[in-house]
């Protein structure tokens, strides 16, 4: 049996109410060339049930587990059972919006630079989609613009093999995804194509509504310095200095955020493990520095880069 080109991997946990109607939305995709893993994480309501109503579609394949793993373990589980050259996961409670695949897929199977693909709920600052980003450019944007690692997994299409190189998800709570991104784009390239492909359904019933949440958050939250105290670090040498700074600010406005909800603790729990010594605050705590244009690919001219899609141009690669 020939391997599909995407693996669609939704994980679930008491989705009853929800995995219907997402189930429905990646079976009603454009790019029809795809499987659809559904791994089951020991739910407690009907969620399977529903899950097998779908079943009689060839591309559908429903797991239970024996045993309640958690959230990025399953995600990692469902990784492991794809067969597809690309993995695009899907959230249980969420809609994809018919051409999603498509849009996505189109223009990472003609750069083979890059190893992932991301969307977000808005359009990407700085320029016209898709835009090709080099490890560097991606921590600017991260660190110097406005921002790249803030979407769930369901943002991104990766190449199989470029997931399972960079080792598949941390397994360190709700902030997983985030630990991902930091690693992942630190050594891959990344394609970022058009935003709203999917509605990210929000509801009390959510992980990172949990009181547990704010707390694994909170443990992660010297990710960002220590990625840039890495001598990997993609950045250069001036652009960590105010990547420091502003990564000290925004520490400390979180940590402000959190006593205004009248949860001190939590705030006193992201500054204990922010990763900085009192030297690192009298240096770094300053106002921040972002610019708009930070990561965006620009020609000799300093102008925004026009990609074109794939087959605009000879040769396939969009830059």
């Not at 695009?88 to 994809?96: F, G, I, N, Q, R």
């Not at 500054?271 to 009298?282: K, S, T, V, Y």
Request: glycine residues 10%.
């Amino acid at each position: 049996m020939t391997a599909p080109v995407v693996s669609v991997l939704m994980t679930a946990y008491n989705r009853e109410r929800y995995i219907g109607p997402a189930i429905e939305s990646v079976l009603g995709q454009t790019f029809r060339d795809f499987e659809l893993i559904v791994v089951d994480d020991a739910s407690s309501d009907g969620t399977v049930a529903v899950a097998r109503r779908f079943q009689d579609d060839p591309r559908v394949r429903v797991v239970v587990n024996p045993a309640n793993l958690g959230d990025y373990p399953n995600r990692n589980r469902a990784a492991a059972l794809a067969g597809g050259e690309f993995l695009k996961y899907h959230d249980s409670d969420d809609v994809m919006y018919p051409h999603c695949l498509a849009t996505m897929l189109e223009p990472l199977r003609a750069e083979p630079r890059a190893g992932l693909a991301l969307s977000a709920s808005w359009c990407w600052p700085g320029g016209p989609c898709p835009m090709l980003l080099t490890p560097r450019m991606a921590y600017q944007r991260e660190f110097l613009g406005g921002g790249l690692f803030m979407g769930g997994p369901a943002a991104g299409l990766f190449r199989a093999e470029a997931f399972r190189r960079v080792g598949g998800f941390p397994q360190s709570g709700v902030g997983s995804d985030y630990l991902f991104w930091l690693a992942a784009c630190a050594v891959l390239w990344t394609l970022l194509v058009p935003g709203d492909l999917f509605w990210y359904r929000t509801h009390q019933q959510q992980e990172l509504r949990s009181p547990m949440a704010a707390r694994e958050y909170a443990l992660v939250a010297g990710a960002a310095w220590r990625a840039l105290e890495r001598p990997d670090c993609p950045l250069e040498a001036a652009e960590r200095e105010v990547a420091r700074r502003n990564v000290a600010y925004n520490t400390v406005k979180l940590c402000l955020r959190e006593i205004r909800r009248g949860r001190p603790g939590i705030g006193a729990l992201r500054l204990a493990r922010a990763g900085l010594g009192w030297r690192d605050w009298l240096r770094y705590l300053r106002p921040p520095r972002r610019r708009l244009m930070a990561g965006t690919p620009l020609d000799e001219r300093r102008d925004y880069l026009m990609p074109g899609w794939p087959g605009d141009r000879p040769g396939g690669r969009l830059t």
